[in-house]
């Protein structure tokens, strides 16, 4: 498996160009439903009348409740920010590594398994996957901005929290609660449920912002959360009660770069919390039970404030503003959390103020004018949000483009200074002793491998396999070797038993090495290769490849291997180094 350190390759051109493409055709599209729109209302055709009620659903007779129209804007200026920050320049060849194998390494199996053809289909196609998601996310902010009453802004609140739940366990690997570490202070359970509570609130009727009710439900569900983050803060293990647990936030937000003035006060508290970890703790969960306890019980506006602050507080000091760091996809739960509970503060008017009605030519040309811009905008949005994403996720299925091969081998194959390859002698899966001195002659292409791991070790050494038949009469210059890096399934029988599963048995040029565990630990530190032996699943250890002159020394590298969400193209890089190399 991949380690935690693979490279973040930058994509940022590629995935500018592809959202710049669809920008332009969706662009092109509203433009034309503009005009169509307003040469229908220059003939005042019925469709402004029935069709404009459902697109807009903006009530004749009431203006929004100014609380629900500050949620609504809150939130789709949120999903808005998520869908660029989605478009960094990192995030295409960075989202699984950065992203989604964290919450599969800290999770149980059958999350992994629920994950990996999401990982498989973005590492086919890193580019068009980013670009998918960041429509999605920006065209649903646009549809929520633009509001209403109607079926599509009903439409679009229940895709909105679809959409959450996709993210929240996709994503977010639920909330980040599978992890030992997940807490007040870190988000959990999750800044997207609270995206979906927002949505299920503008959901509501009217009327219960006019009532009361909806303040009542948003202060409720903050007080909630705040209680469970009281939980969480308490009951984790003992991890947040140790100067590394209760810590880690602080120290993560003062290594950020970022101006004294915010960078200080962090590394002042993580100081704090590494000295005095439980009292720092206790201080967290008593003002999260404190707080939470008095907003259950009353609205008043220093009540609500205080929410408030300890939100800000949280953002700021733990979550470092949440988007700080490069790979953020998202600002956090405290400030969307945050924005919900502002909508519950009393000094919101409740009245709703009536419309104004014009008639006449006055009347027409709002209409006309609002019809053909309503019309472009929304055009716009479902382009973003819904056609678009469609047409890239039709294309997922496809082989591996370049831009995967790049990014799953952090930059594909690069040269290295010259140096001697480690010697070692190991037992080969025919018991052959296998040297470095008894390679010597042949350009050899070194990996490491797990004779049980069932996701990329077979996808790399079939891969192999296939550079090795392409290479003809030139494949008698080349040794193929691995090295076992299970130190649990370290025998002759072991390697012999993944060789012959895996077709590998007719290559005269195949050597699957093993070996006694602390010697092997020892050739593969000196090739930087890092092993992890979790409590349940399989082992984790990086993947790199060498490729070794007949001389003995080491000539070309490449970081990753192959992913298992790769089968073409990987054989090509391989067998076309291969060939540079011996000429």
Request: aromatic share 8%.
């Amino acid at each position: 498996m991949p380690g935690a350190d693979t490279p973040i390759v930058d994509l940022g051109s590629q995935l500018l160009a592809l959202l710049l493409i669809t920008l332009a055709w969706v662009a092109l599209a509203a433009l034309i439903a503009g005009a169509g729109f307003w040469i229908l209302a220059s003939r005042d055709r019925p469709v402004l009348r029935g069709g404009g009620e459902i697109l807009f659903a903006s009530s004749a007779s009431r203006a929004e409740p100014r609380a629900r129209k500050f949620l609504r804007v809150a939130f789709g200026v949120l999903w808005i920010v998520d869908g660029l920050l989605q478009a960094q320049p990192k995030m295409p060849g960075g989202f699984v590594g950065d992203i989604l194998e964290p919450g599969v390494a800290s999770g149980p199996v059958w999350f992994g398994d629920l994950v990996a053809p999401i990982a498989r289909a973005w590492t086919r196609h890193p580019v068009a996957a980013d670009a998918a998601t960041v429509w999605t996310q920006v065209g649903l902010g646009l549809l929520i901005l633009i509001g209403g009453r109607g079926l599509l802004a009903k439409a679009t609140l229940w895709a909105s929290i679809l959409w959450s739940a996709v993210v929240w366990a996709i994503g977010e690997a639920f909330g980040g609660l599978l992890a030992a570490g997940a807490s007040w202070l870190s988000g959990a359970p999750g800044a997207v449920l609270v995206y979906a509570a927002a949505a299920g609130l503008l959901l509501a009727p009217w009327e219960w912002w006019d009532s009361g009710r909806a303040a009542t439900v948003a202060r409720r569900f903050t007080a909630s959360w705040l209680l469970l983050g009281a939980v969480l803060q308490a009951v984790r293990g003992e991890r947040l009660w140790t100067p590394a647990g209760i810590s880690r936030m602080f120290v993560d937000g003062a290594g950020m770069s970022q101006p004294a003035v915010f960078a200080r006060p962090i590394a002042r508290l993580a100081t704090l919390a590494i000295d005095h970890p439980a009292a720092v703790n206790v201080t967290i969960i008593v003002l999260l039970v404190v707080v939470a306890m008095a907003l259950w019980l009353t609205c008043r506006t220093p009540i609500v404030a205080a929410a408030l602050l300890l939100c800000a507080a949280t953002w700021w000091l733990a979550q470092d503003f949440g988007v700080l760091g490069g790979t953020a996809t998202d600002p956090n739960a405290a400030l969307p959390l945050g924005l919900l509970l502002a909508s519950a503060l009393p000094s919101w008017s409740t009245a709703s103020e009536s419309t104004v009605v014009t008639s006449g030519v006055a009347r027409r040309g709002s209409v006309r004018i609002r019809a053909s811009v309503g019309a472009g905008l929304v055009t716009l949005a479902v382009g973003l949000s819904l056609v678009v994403p469609l047409v890239l996720t039709s294309t997922l299925g496809r082989p591996a483009d370049a831009a995967a091969v790049a990014a799953d081998s952090a930059g594909g194959l690069r040269r290295i200074p010259p140096r001697p390859a480690v010697d070692f002698t190991l037992t080969d899966q025919r018991g052959h002793q296998v040297s470095t001195s008894s390679l010597t002659g042949k350009l050899v292409v070194l990996t490491f491998l797990d004779p049980v791991c069932t996701s990329d070790c077979p996808l790399i050494a079939n891969q192999l396999a296939i550079a090795d038949r392409e290479l003809g009469s030139l494949a008698q210059q080349v040794e193929f070797v691995a090295i076992d890096t299970n130190p649990m399934f370290h025998f002759v029988s072991d390697v012999d038993a993944f060789t012959q599963s895996h077709g590998l048995g007719g290559f005269a040029n195949w050597h699957f090495l093993c070996g006694v565990p602390d010697t092997v630990e020892g050739v593969l530190a000196a090739y930087g290769i890092s092993v992890v032996v979790p409590a349940v699943g399989m082992i984790q250890h990086s993947e790199a490849m060498y490729f070794i002159t007949a001389d003995g020394r080491q000539a070309a590298y490449l970081d990753d291997g192959a992913g298992v969400q790769l089968t073409e193209t990987y054989a090509d890089q391989v067998r076309d180094e291969i060939r540079s190399l011996l000429k």
